[in-house]
């Protein structure tokens, strides 16, 4: 075999297994800063590279829609429940993933379970992304915190510091509104940041880097997609 239908032969395994979607799923694996020739400094959020995996196609014969189940979140095998196990099994996949999502597509095709997904090719440095995570949890928070409040004077005779203030209603309606800017939880939400610019890529190291911050906390897992509004 010449050295030219090797390199073909090696291209065409990478094909085959392989799949490129415009979703996956990362790890964040927090914050540094870059610099460009002139001096200036980037700051980035840094995307640890995980395998994102075509478990299950879904077809708009059985299912009534087109997507692919793409599994993340590898663990080890002594992990994962039998149910969880027969899955991963009969997609053909070596990686345990215990997490699954779902991206709709206009085609589908059975032959790409079992493949992992390639971003490059729809993640490529300077394309801009919406990076979707749930933010970090604050506990119970105050309207000042929760909600920027100013709050009353600090003088010792006032009776109104950092309370919320007055809520209530005359005579009609009678009753506090929906929606009311009042204490409670603060964070723990699934937030979506939109037209983050992807700075670079490195596969062989593992990693992505988005201009600016990203809603979670270390380690978690964010989904980042293509922008709809670019």
Do not use: W
């Not at 919406?130 to 920027?148: A, E, L, M, W």
């Not at 939880?185 to 990693?207: A, I, R």
């Amino acid at each position: 075999m010449t050295e030219n239908s090797e390199n073909e032969k090696v291209a065409t395994e990478a094909k085959n297994t392989s799949f490129s979607l415009n979703t996956f799923y990362g790890k964040k694996a927090g914050m540094t800063r870059i610099f460009h020739e002139d001096g200036t400094h980037i700051p980035v959020t840094v995307i640890k590279l995980i395998p994102n995996v075509v478990t299950q196609t879904k077809s708009q014969e059985k299912e009534g829609y087109n997507a692919y189940q793409i599994g993340y979140g590898v663990k080890r095998e002594s992990l994962l429940n039998k149910p969880m196990k027969g899955h991963v099994k009969k997609s053909g996949s070596t990686e345990n993933v215990t997490k699954f999502y779902e991206v709709k597509s206009d085609e589908i095709d059975s032959a790409n379970v079992g493949k992992l997904l390639e971003i490059e090719e729809n993640f490529s440095k300077d394309t801009y992304v919406d990076v979707t995570s749930t933010s970090k949890g604050k506990g119970f928070q105050g309207v000042i915190k929760r909600h920027n409040f100013s709050g009353g004077p600090a003088a010792h005779g006032s009776k109104f510091h950092r309370t919320t203030g007055s809520i209530g209603m005359s005579a009609t309606p009678s009753r506090v509104h929906k929606n009311k800017k009042m204490p409670g939880q603060m964070g723990n939400k699934t937030k979506t940041v939109q037209n983050l610019m992807v700075v670079d890529v490195n596969k062989e190291e593992g990693y992505l880097l988005i201009k600016g911050s990203v809603p979670g906390h270390k380690n978690s897992f964010v989904k980042i997609q293509r922008a709809t509004k670019k």
